[in-house]
């Protein structure tokens, strides 16, 4: 049996999904699938980027900034979730799935799909 050549662009997976280092990160599907968008700035307002209440799973990777809080609302206001930067924790840095909540936050539990409008770093050191 003839080896079977690589000839077309892998599909995306959790495995292969990533955030670049100063960047936090929402996918439109479950396991960092769908439509990815990368976030630089302090404090974003995903509607500028059409991608409010779309994430399915989420990302943090700054390099400046230790934390990043996901808001539902569109001013950093009201319950969040919050991860810590892979760069600089390397852990409880992404959530793959937000229908169950997410382990760290304000207000971690309940369904957060296609909720989260803001993110915001926080724990910066500049
Ligand atoms: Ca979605
Ligand atoms: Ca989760």
């Given at each position: 049996?003839?080896?079977?050549?690589?000839?077309?662009?892998?599909?995306?997976?959790?495995?292969?999904?990533?955030?670049?280092?100063?960047?936090a990160?929402?996918?439109?599907?479950?396991?960092?699938?769908?439509?990815?968008?990368?976030f630089y700035l302090?404090t974003e307002y995903w509607?500028d980027?059409?991608?409010?209440?779309?994430?399915?799973?989420?990302?943090?990777?700054?390099?400046?900034?230790?934390?990043?809080?996901?808001?539902?609302?569109?001013?950093?206001?009201?319950?969040?979730?919050?991860?810590?930067?892979?760069?600089?924790?390397?852990?409880?840095?992404?959530?793959?799935?937000?229908?169950?909540?997410?382990?760290?936050?304000?207000?971690?539990?309940?369904?957060?799909?296609?909720?989260?409008?803001t993110s915001?770093?926080?724990?910066?050191?500049?």
């Amino acid at each position: 049996m003839a080896t079977v050549a690589i000839t077309t662009a892998p599909a995306i997976s959790a495995s292969a999904a990533s955030c670049s280092p100063g960047f936090a990160c929402g996918w439109s599907a479950n396991a960092f699938t769908g439509t990815q968008k990368s976030f630089y700035l302090n404090t974003e307002y995903w509607a500028d980027y059409g991608f409010s209440n779309q994430a399915n799973g989420i990302w943090a990777n700054g390099t400046s900034c230790g934390q990043t809080r996901f808001y539902d609302s569109e001013y950093a206001l009201g319950n969040y979730i919050l991860l810590k930067s892979q760069s600089i924790y390397g852990t409880s840095y992404h959530d793959d799935v937000l229908d169950n909540g997410s382990p760290l936050g304000s207000g971690n539990t309940g369904d957060w799909d296609d909720k989260i409008s803001t993110s915001w770093f926080t724990e910066c050191n500049w």
